[in-house]
């Protein structure tokens, strides 16, 4: 008996249905978004935000309102009454404001630095792969031109035809002032036994 129970165990572990069965995560299927106890931002976008502050930390209208602040901070807390000073002559406050300014610009700085590196670095490799296209491309064109020049130095031209046979022609007249003889057959005075003389 107690071999048949094992059986029917057996089997109903084997024949499991897909309710009873344990679900695992399906990998034709994106993953469920898990919930995070940090704060998600847009890389992109912060990059971008960074570069702006960057770009407006270093013109001169930023160096112009940070001079009117300091000055007007240091004045009021020199010039205004007593009791609405809030920051007394050393000045303890704007040390740490212009050191918390300057401890957040610099990282925004670095960021908007990085990300003009990656930009020049990307167009520094196009440039280099578009001037290695360049000179393939001149190379060959190199090579092309060079197997003309060597074709047509082989292939007799026209002025070169005329050239020859103007130096055959003097050559002919030439032979036939020393030697007498008539070259060209259609200088010869016979005429054909066969026509009439009176045909001209």
């Not at 002559?89 to 630095?113: E, G, H, K, M």
């Not at 060079?146 to 055959?168: H, I, N």
């Amino acid at each position: 008996m107690a071999p048949e129970r094992e059986t029917t165990r057996e089997r109903t572990a084997s024949g499991a249905t897909a309710a009873t069965r344990p679900r695992t995560p399906r990998l034709d299927q994106p993953r469920p978004p898990r919930h995070r106890f940090l704060p998600e931002w847009d890389p992109e976008a912060f990059g971008r935000l960074s570069e702006k502050i960057a770009r407006f930390l270093g013109t001169g209208r930023f160096i112009v309102w940070m001079t009117v602040v300091i000055i007007v901070w240091v004045v009021w807390n020199i010039a205004a009454p007593q009791h609405l000073r809030f920051d007394t002559y050393p000045f303890i406050f704007l040390t740490l404001v212009l050191s918390l300014q300057a401890s957040y610009a610099a990282p925004l700085i670095l960021l908007a630095q990085n990300r003009q590196d990656d930009r020049d670095r990307v167009n520094l490799e196009q440039d280099r792969k578009q001037n290695e296209r360049s000179i393939a491309d001149t190379e060959y064109l190199t090579r092309e031109i060079a197997a003309l020049r060597l074709g047509l130095g082989e292939v007799a031209t026209r002025d070169w035809m005329r050239s020859e046979m103007q130096d055959l022609v003097k050559e002919l007249e030439h032979r036939r002032r020393h030697d007498g003889h008539v070259v060209f057959p259609a200088e010869r005075p016979e005429r054909s036994p066969g026509r009439d003389t009176d045909d001209r």
